[in-house]
Nanobody, 121 residues
Framework: QVHLEESGGASVQAGGSLRLSCAASRYTARMGWFRQAPGKEREGLAAIQSDDLTVYADSVKGRFTISKDNAKNTLYLQMNSLKPEDTAMYYC??????????????????WGQGTQVTVSS
């Protein structure tokens, strides 16, 4: 299994920005970012394929940007114009299976422990 470790979560005021990082133990075919707030299901936010093809959830499109550094086996999520509803635990996910970038959690077999993002109004 791929070991994933997120970092960069913090408390920030609405309108602010954060950059999350995910260090992976090895390169994988697809990676993505998910988040989960208390009482809610984990939702897919952004995903990226090995050829850099990306997909975003409507709720974050235009505000969040997913990217990766293959040499460092590191995934990033740049989050701008943060809103209070963005408050959640953010998770990095990876899969060695080839396919289109996916926002479905069932497509991923490796998960990090999460990093907390809190946005105050």
């Amino acid at each position: 299994q791929v070991h994933l470790e997120e970092s960069g979560g913090a408390s920030v005021q609405a309108g602010g920005s954060l950059r999350l990082s995910c260090a992976a133990s090895r390169y994988t075919a697809r990676m993505g970012w998910f988040r989960q707030a208390p009482g809610k299901e984990r939702e897919g936010l952004a995903a990226i394929q090995s050829d850099d093809l990306t997909v975003y959830a409507d709720s974050v499109k235009g505000r969040f940007t997913i990217s990766k550094d293959n040499a460092k086996n590191t995934l990033y999520l740049q989050m701008n114009s943060l809103k209070p509803e963005d408050t959640a635990m953010y998770y990095c996910a990876a899969t060695s299976r080839w396919g289109r970038p996916s926002l479905s959690r069932s497509d991923y077999g490796s998960w990090g422990q999460g990093t907390q993002v809190t946005v105050s109004s």
